[in-house]
T-cell receptor
């Protein structure tokens, strides 16, 4: 089983719908992150969490919200999806300490029509 | 704004050649500089990383060169192989954002037989 699991892997949704992307990890890491990948733009940080009670906005948080339900679970919600949120979304985790490796999930490809 | 600038956007190298990807950053508070490799359909995976107190780090065929005064760092892939064909991302992070990664836009590397 993967250390970082994202569900669903693919999703097509309509404009205006609410959608939740889920991430769970078995690494035992405290830090979790959500990134968005667009062609030619690299990966951009949406939200990050140091632990269950500590959630922070990233570079592009507008239109997104997150919930850290447990140490191992971090979900990303689009309250009212719009077409320019069509992208590949990645969840990642890392341990505490100075500059430790981030482990990424396989990604969720989201299409908003 | 993109905090890490990466070039080139794409690169074609013959088998056995040297692949070189360059990155530049502005924030002198960054203290961790990893490179991630991504294959199609997969999440990024850590390839090699360096801290600013070191000017070079080598792991097998992969070398990071770091120039703190110029605020630049680069990835060199020696004896490039077709299996190295992937997208490469440089990144930078700092402690007060939980080492959330600031990515470059990526370089698509193709190594021809």
């Amino acid at each position: 089983d993967a250390d970082v699991t994202q569900t669903p892997r693919n999703r097509i949704t309509k404009t205006g719908k609410r959608i939740m992307l889920e991430c769970s990890q078995t690494k035992g890491h405290d830090r979790m992150y959500w990134y968005r990948q667009d062609p030619g733009l690299g990966l951009r940080l949406i939200y990050y969490s140091f632990d269950v009670k500590d959630i922070n906005k990233g570079e592009i948080s507008d239109g997104y919200s997150v919930s850290r339900q447990a140490q191992a679970k971090f979900s990303l919600s689009l309250e009212s999806a719009i077409p320019n949120q069509t992208a590949l979304y990645f969840c990642a985790t890392s341990g505490t300490g100075r500059g430790t490796e981030a482990f990424f999930g396989q990604g969720t490809r989201l299409t908003v029509v | 704004q993109q905090q890490v600038k990466q070039s080139p956007q794409s690169l074609i190298v013959q088998k056995g050649g040297i692949s070189i990807i360059n990155c530049a950053y502005e924030n002198t508070a960054f203290d961790y500089f990893p490179w991630y490799q991504q294959f199609p359909g997969k999440g990024p995976a850590l390839l090699i990383a360096i801290r600013p107190d070191v000017s070079e780090k080598k792991e097998g065929r992969f070398t990071i060169s770091f120039n703190k005064s110029a605020k630049q760092f680069s990835l060199h892939i020696m004896d490039s192989q077709p299996g190295d064909s992937a997208t490469y991302f440089c990144a930078a992070s700092l402690s007060n954002s939980g080492y959330a990664l600031n990515f470059g836009k990526g370089t698509s590397l193709l190594v021809t037989p």
